[in-house]
């Protein structure tokens, strides 16, 4: 069974609970994403391997902890994931990049998608995928399926806030894939909306609405 790490730093649940607020403006919003995206991302990345490699400080020459094996890939479900990976790559300049056009359609709630972007040699390296929002799981479960069909073979998740009928929806698709969130909030409502939530993260991202 996948697990589910919620990420409890105050710093994370200080910016979260302004991004929830309604009067928070577009700017604002998307500021906050960017800095939340940088702590969510040192969690997912904490237990990454580590090898050594030898450099001269101004004083002496050492063997020096430095990442072992080939970048990450950070893959973006557009749109609101872009504003997830900002702040992800402000941490990890060098990491490759995956984009993931996809749309909830609105009646049905499945993803549509619109577009596909990724490495070649996504088997060799680890990919995080990124998406502020797990409410019924569709798009995620899409893009983790995608990825797959691709060759990704070891996936994480990290969102800003799930819903539990996503995680359990989830869980039953893709079991081998952790989850990293800020929340797990209450409910889905009929229109498939997270409550508490914080409305529709790419409308409050870039004002579309
Ligand atoms: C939002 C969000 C997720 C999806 C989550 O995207 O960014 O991708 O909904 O919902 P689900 O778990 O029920 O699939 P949306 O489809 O609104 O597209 P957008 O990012 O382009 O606004
Ligand atoms: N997508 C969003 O942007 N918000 C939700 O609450 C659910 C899906």
Redesign the pocket.
Known sequence: MASVTVINHPLVQHKLTIMRDKHTSTAGFRQLLREIATLLCYEVTRDLELTTTTIETPLAEMRAPTLAGKKLVFAS?????NGLLEGMLDLVPAARVAHIG???DPKT?Q?VEYYFKAPDDLDERLTIVV??????????IAAIDRLQERGAKDIRFVCLLAAPE?IDKFHGAHPEVPIYTASVDKFLNDK?YIVPGLG????RMYGTK
């Open positions: 479900v557009l749109r609101a994931g996809l749309y909830r709630l993803a998406d502020p929002m797990l409410a019924t799981a569709n798009s995620a996503g498939g529709d993260a790419g409308d």
